[in-house]
């Protein structure tokens, strides 16, 4: 078979891929082979001897070289799927992950039908913008500290259809916000400073600094949040945290200190806890 056949350009790029140590070579070949050829798996399974034009080949050998030095999937393509919608994602933005979908579960069991939403530090704008998707007759404020990021959900949102549901505002944490909501929503930078060196290069060298860095001990934003949110959420309203491994006692003791009771810890796929909610203490 031609070395520029599909069929043997996928097996060539996937082993290149493992060499490199990704975990997922076969997977990351065969997208990259889509994106460059403009084709579906379909295409790839029905038609295994097709070749590709000098563009397609040179697309496609720019991509694997890529994924070599570490850069995501999702960042080469620019697009990273969350949720069962595609969503752009930019070297401004977090790269939205399926662990946080732990989060989107955990709202839609607590949120009412017209809930008005706040998500603190909303990156792609990956949560905010699923939850309104998902509940027609809800509505939403999302902030980021990043312009550039605030671009980047402004697009998703009208992409997928909810920004006249969305106002993106940009400031820290709650400084460019105003109303009050039934659920608050953050999956903050949670990464302690002094661990983000030895990160691995997929995540260190391309998800944005101020995307993982949650201080010295990872635990800031949620003090900032803690502290501030009692001010913004609804008698009897929720609030929702995405925390890294080992955060559960820390993140719970910050909320109880600010008069939040613990309202239920969420486990990702991996089973880990991954997600904390709590509600507001009547008085
Ligand atoms: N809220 C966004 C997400 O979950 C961004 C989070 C972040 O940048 N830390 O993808």
């Not at 891929?17 to 997208?31: F, I, N, Q, V």
């Not at 691995?200 to 995307?211: I, K």
Request: a negative charge.
């Amino acid at each position: 078979m031609p070395a520029d056949h599909l069929a043997s350009l996928l097996a060539a790029a996937t082993q290149r891929l493992k060499a490199a140590g990704s975990d997922t070579p076969t997977l990351d070949a065969r997208l990259l082979l889509q994106a460059a050829a403009g084709l579906t798996r379909e295409d790839l399974i029905l038609g295994p001897d097709r070749p590709l034009s000098p563009e397609q080949l040179a697309t496609f050998e720019s991509f694997v070289a890529r994924r070599e030095r570490h850069e995501p999937v999702s960042r080469i393509l620019g697009r990273r799927e969350f949720y069962g919608r595609v969503f752009t994602v930019t070297p401004a933005t977090l790269d939205p992950r399926p662990d946080t979908e732990t989060i989107i579960e955990a709202a839609l069991k607590v949120m009412p039908k017209a809930a008005r939403l706040l998500d603190l530090g909303t990156g792609t704008g990956a949560i905010a913008i699923t939850l309104l998707a998902e509940r027609p007759g809800a509505t939403g404020t999302a902030t980021d500290l990043s312009p550039d990021a605030l671009a980047v959900a402004r697009e998703n949102a009208a992409r997928l259809g909810v920004a006249d549901r969305l106002s993106l505002v940009e400031g820290s944490w709650f400084a460019p916000v105003s109303g009050v909501f039934d659920i608050i929503l953050s999956n903050p930078p949670y990464i302690p400073a002094g661990e983000i060196a030895g990160l691995s290069p997929d995540v260190r060298n391309f998800d944005p600094g101020l995307a993982l860095s949650g201080g010295t001990d990872g635990l800031d934003p949620y003090r900032i949040i803690a502290s501030g949110a009692a001010a913004y959420l609804a008698a009897g309203g929720h609030l929702l945290v995405e925390i890294g491994a080992g955060q559960v006692p820390d993140v719970e003791a910050i909320f109880d200190a600010q008069g939040f009771a613990a309202g239920g810890r969420h486990r990702d796929l991996g089973g880990h806890i991954r997600c904390l909610g709590f509600n507001r203490v009547q008085k």
